[in-house]
């Protein structure tokens, strides 16, 4: 199998070079206008990647276009309805933040259904939906094995299962081409 990247940070893509074929060293709208080989891609893997392009539809579509007949497109996009942002917004806060949902390099926030529609309006048919939690080993760094540390980990699985919309940090989609 053959795996290309795209990462625009210089010192990641430096890093990646070495586990993939090639790696554009650029945003993915400046991949795509180098030319990405038509129809090559079995798989385009788009992780936290469309909130920070001006026209994600664009990207998605010019991106089908690298795809080989029936590809799978796996996506990534933050919850903005996350309860952690619901709260924040109860109480006046939408803070520009160095990571997370409320990221400053954001241009687009998605719901679950705003995503899905976004999906959608480029011809994609979304198969699976996906909830994520919080990242507790990157929050807790010294956590894991603790038994409050599993305690959290459970709750969380179990909020996840149960209000999912409010709980999930992120969505993960997988589509394909229709």
């Excluded at 990646?16 to 991949?31: K, N, S």
């Excluded at 026209?55 to 795809?67: R, S, T």
């Excluded at 241009?107 to 995503?115: P, R, S």
Aim: hydrophobic residues 50%.
């Amino acid at each position: 199998m053959l795996l290309d990247a795209i990462e625009p940070n210089a010192d990641w893509a430096l890093h990646a070079r070495p586990l993939y074929r090639r790696v554009f060293d650029c945003t993915v709208e400046q991949a795509i206008a180098q030319g990405l080989a038509p129809g090559g891609y079995d798989a385009i893997v788009c992780a936290d990647v469309l909130e920070h392009v001006p026209d994600p539809a664009a990207v998605l579509k010019a991106l089908q276009q690298a795809a080989a007949p029936g590809a799978t497109f796996i996506i990534s996009v933050p919850n903005v309805a996350h309860i952690a942002v619901r709260f924040m917004l109860m109480f006046g806060y939408f803070p520009a933040m160095d990571r997370g949902i409320l990221d400053r390099t954001h241009l687009h926030f998605y719901t679950k259904d705003t995503a899905a529609d976004m999906l959608k309006s480029t011809g994609l048919r979304i198969e699976a939906v996906y909830g994520t939690g919080v990242p507790l080993d990157e929050v807790f760094k010294r956590g894991e094995g603790k038994w409050w540390f599993n305690l959290l980990t459970r709750s969380q699985h179990l909020a996840l299962s149960v209000a999912p919309r409010l709980t999930a940090m992120q969505w993960v989609f997988v589509a394909k081409m229709a």
